[in-house]
């Protein structure tokens, strides 16, 4: 790296005695190659210049430092290293201050901590998050960290992977003073001159010891045995006990050296890959063709059409970003029983105790019930929620159509119906999309943004702006039955039917699955979600299928009993007096049985492996077919779409991910295998062919 890059991502400038040295390396000031040679050559300058007293560190837009570059990891390390500069800085024999007015994280707040003194502004952001990249803080963080703050503050920080504001920064040891306003280098500099007209010296965390070491380690203790029940397979939380019991044990330097090398291990690890790949991946969703291409349009008022539980569950997550919402049911008890579902999500809260009857209050303010199609007239977006069924819909957008001002944006929630249908009900289909929300649509973090054929660029633009106010994870999706999730889901669902069919009970797939990292198996989710829900789908379904296409009955024959899963009691699991963690039912293993029988199936054994092996070739291979089609941008918004609507788990970075991970030869070997013995569902996707044969990964298409 030369000197001038270096140079112009750190500068140095003599203040009197203060040497300011600031970091500017945009977006969030992280500590890439360049950085840290600056840092480490600014603090060479400090010792070796005597008209420098005290240097004073700060980051210049609006973050101090976010951290490693995370972009690095995974390629060859290059000098210096960042515990080689976080030492460098401690070892300084003239005062170090770190003024901190945005995020301080992971990296970053070990640099601070190798400072001697630290400043927060009131923006500031204080954190050790490198767990939810499957890391461990890797620069003296482990070992400084509890010196600072206490061993139980520091793990459970590092353990949650949260932030702390600057007051609970201070309140927990991390920062010494705190300043008001936005001007960090003049509040910098007034702290470095109090601290020199004090005559204060060099003050090392590492020369901290650790009060009451045999509490600690109790401490300690507690924290590794609470960890192991909660991180449901993941590598790096129980590794950060491990290095803190290192920082309590043994010296600072062995302990740093401990840190290392742990660091390692987890920097090696796929769970590494596959957070980091997922952190990239939900930054990069947002960056679609359309919003190059147009501004969002404004919008300040919305309407929400239909009071169900959708409808609701959109209305609360629209009056929680402030936004005025008018609802609108066809008639006075409808519109009734929408209210009560919104006000039932506040009460909840309230009964909780994290929501105030006040703010409660406050908030259906801005909540205004209507009959009256002609009351949204003033409205800059609409989100309509009715009943699945497109002539329905389509009744729903001539009225809108209707009393709309022109430049509205017009939204449907639709799952699976045509969107081209539903905007050839106006006169305006450049103004139609669909915002197909999750349920509960005030939680779920996934927002699947459909693009219809004439829907203009602008109002993409709109449906992402409208996703980030809502503080949703907006993925684009062209119009097809199921769009991406919902498409897939059926696939790989389908999959494992014939898996269930073919010998492997409905709780040995859902075990397999949950042991894969999913927090609940298909058998269990269809239970949860209702298993009339996709009853009717197949139902639907059932004229347009491929009569040669192999169909499992086993589901219809649960759903004939009236046995729709947890809200009937029962489903395939047996859920007594209301229990929410079904048990095994041996009369639906009776249905299995019988449904083998009657199509003359053998059963055979699968092991765990076996039954994923199934399971994801079937979500990687349409995954691969719904990127082909540009149903899906990049293999990435696969990825994305799954780990926030679906419960894959994240440490495996989504289906596209994980495929390049196992190597796509293998996967399509094993669809090929599986063809063998039904050709037409185990027909590899053509872009997945393809890509093996040029030698390529899914990654490979993820830059547009
Ligand atoms: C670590 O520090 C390990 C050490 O312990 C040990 C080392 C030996 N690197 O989120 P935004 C990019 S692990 C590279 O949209 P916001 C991001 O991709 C690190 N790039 O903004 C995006 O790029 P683009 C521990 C980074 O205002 C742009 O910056 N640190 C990094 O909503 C804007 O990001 C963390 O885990 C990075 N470290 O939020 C902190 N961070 O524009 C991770 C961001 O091309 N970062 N980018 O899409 C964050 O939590 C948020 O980015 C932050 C800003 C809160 C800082």
Redesign the pocket.
């Known amino acids: 790296m030369s000197q001038e890059v270096q140079a112009s991502v750190v500068h140095t400038r003599l203040d009197g005695e203060v040497l300011v040295v600031s970091i500017n390396n945009p977006?969030?000031n992280?500590?890439?190659q360049a950085v840290r040679a600056g840092l480490l050559a600014a603090v060479e300058q400090a010792a070796g210049d005597a008209a420098v007293r005290c240097v004073l560190l700060v980051g210049e837009g609006?973050?101090f430092i976010?951290?490693?570059?995370?972009?690095e990891?995974g390629k060859p390390a290059m000098p210096p290293?960042?515990?080689e500069v976080c030492n460098r800085i401690e070892a300084l024999d003239k005062p170090v201050v770190a003024a901190i007015h945005g995020?301080a994280?992971?990296?970053?707040l070990?640099v601070a901590m190798s400072a001697h003194y630290r400043l927060a502004l009131p923006a500031a952001?204080l954190g050790?998050?490198?767990v939810?990249?499957g890391?461990?803080?890797?620069?003296g963080?482990t070992q400084r960290a509890p010196r600072l703050m206490g061993v139980k503050a520091a793990t459970e920080l590092m353990l949650g992977g949260k932030?702390l504001s600057a007051k609970a920064a201070q309140a927990a040891g991390l920062v010494d003073k705190l300043a008001e306003g936005q001007d960090v280098l003049a509040a910098g500099l007034a702290y470095a001159r109090e601290l020199l007209a004090q005559g204060a010296q060099p003050r090392r965390t590492r020369d901290i010891e650790i009060a009451d070491k045999a509490a600690a380690l109790a401490e300690l203790d507690a924290l590794a045995a609470d960890t192991a029940k909660k991180s449901r397979g993941l590598f790096s939380p129980a590794k950060i006990v491990e290095c803190v019991r290192a920082a309590v044990e043994l010296p600072f330097d062995e302990g740093l050296a401990r840190e290392r090398a742990l660091?390692t291990e987890c920097l090696d690890s796929p769970q590494r890959a596959g957070l980091v790949h997922a952190?990239?991946a939900e930054?990069?969703v947002v960056?679609i063709p359309e919003a190059k291409a147009a501004a969002p349009r404004a919008f300040a008022k919305i309407a929400i059409i239909g009071g169900g539980t959708m409808g609701a569950g959109i209305t609360v997550s629209a009056l929680d970003a402030g936004l005025p919402v008018v609802m609108i049911e066809r008639d006075a008890e409808s519109i009734a029983r929408g209210q009560a579902n919104v006000e039932k999500v506040y009460d909840g809260l309230i009964a909780r105790g994290r929501m105030t009857a006040e703010a409660k209050a406050a908030v259906m303010a801005r909540y205004t019930p209507s009959t009256s199609y002609d009351d949204i007239g003033d409205v800059d977006l609409v989100i309509e929620a009715v009943f699945e069924d497109l002539e329905v819909k389509k009744a729903v957008f001539k009225e809108l159509d209707r009393v709309c001002r022109k430049g509205a944006v017009l939204a449907t929630n639709t799952s699976y119906l045509d969107i081209d249908a539903i905007a050839a009900a106006t006169s305006r289909p450049e103004d139609v999309i669909g915002l197909h929300f999750f349920s509960p649509a005030n939680i779920m973090k996934l927002l699947e943004i459909v693009v219809p054929a004439k829907v203009a660029p602008d109002v993409v633009a709109t449906a992402f702006e409208l996703a980030k106010k809502l503080k949703k994870v907006p993925v684009r999706a062209g119009v097809c039955d199921g769009f991406i999730g919902n498409r897939i889901l059926a696939i790989y669902k389908q999959a494992a039917d014939y898996i269930m069919e073919d010998g492997a009970s409905p709780y040995e797939i859902d075990e397999a699955v949950r042991g894969f990292g999913y927090p609940m198996g298909p058998f269990q989710v269809t239970d949860l979600a209702g298993g009339d829900i996709g009853w009717a789908t197949r139902k639907r379904r059932a004229a347009t299928r491929d009569p040669k296409a192999r169909y499992v009955e086993i589901a219809d024959r649960v759903c004939e009993q009236g046995w729709f899963g947890q809200k009937t009691g029962r489903g395939f699991y047996l859920y007594p007096q209301g229990v929410r963690v079904g048990q095994a039912d041996p009369e639906v293993l009776a249905i299995v049985d019988a449904e083998r029988a009657k199509k003359g199936i053998t059963p055979r054994k699968f092991t765990a492996d076996e039954i994923m092996r199934r399971y994801m070739a079937a979500m990687v291979n349409e995954g691969a077919k719904v990127v082909e089609e540009g149903i899906a941008l990049r293999p990435l918004d696969v990825d994305v779409t799954f780990i926030s609507g679906y419960g894959f788990p994240r440490h495996r970075g989504g289906p596209m991910k994980w495929a390049d991970m196992q190597g796509l030869e293998k996967v399509l070997a094993d669809i090929r295998e599986f063809a063998k013995e039904d050709a037409l569902f185990w027909k590899p996707a053509p872009l997945l062919e393809k890509l093996v044969a040029e030698g390529k990964s899914f990654e490979s298409l993820n830059s547009l």
Not at 66 to 71: C, K, L, N, Q, V
């Open positions: 977006p969030v992280a500590l890439g609006k973050a976010a951290g490693a570059d995370i972009r990891f290293s960042l515990p995020p994280l992971g990296g970053g070990e952001k050790l998050p490198e939810t990249l890391l461990l803080p890797g620069a963080g932030h660091f952190f990239f930054r990069e960056k």
